[in-house]
Nanobody, 115 residues
């Protein structure tokens, strides 16, 4: 199983970014996928999740209305579109595949939002 995030960057408050996670080594198109984040000195927290079909999505209250999770099963990739970024969104963002045998994580991509 491999999960590779990309798209992190330094942006100003109010800006936008799109994170991508390329997945391989498991049946991506039948798997729930999630985004988590971890800010310095804080625990890793759930950000957003998406069902295997993309028909159901879930968000942390702190990002509702600003972040959108989506997936392209043909490309084995899922995304996190972030708009209206705030300094408190600064964190390392991780993609997550909660498979039956193991909970898999990517290496993370850094998002930094300046005020």
């Amino acid at each position: 199983v491999q999960l590779v995030e990309s798209g992190g960057d330094l942006v100003q408050a109010g800006g936008s970014l799109r994170l991508s996670c390329a997945a391989s080594g498991f049946p991506f198109s039948s798997s729930v996928m999630n985004w988590f984040r971890q800010a310095p000195g804080k625990e890793r927290e759930f950000v957003a999740g998406i069902s295997w079909s993309g028909g159901a999505t879930y968000y942390a209250d702190s990002v509702k209305g600003r972040f959108t999770i989506s997936r392209d099963n043909a490309k084995n990739t899922f995304y996190l579109q972030m708009i209206g970024l705030k300094p408190e969104d600064t964190a390392v963002y991780y993609c997550n595949a909660p498979l039956p045998n193991h909970n898999y994580w990517g290496q993370g991509t850094q998002v930094a939002v300046s005020s």
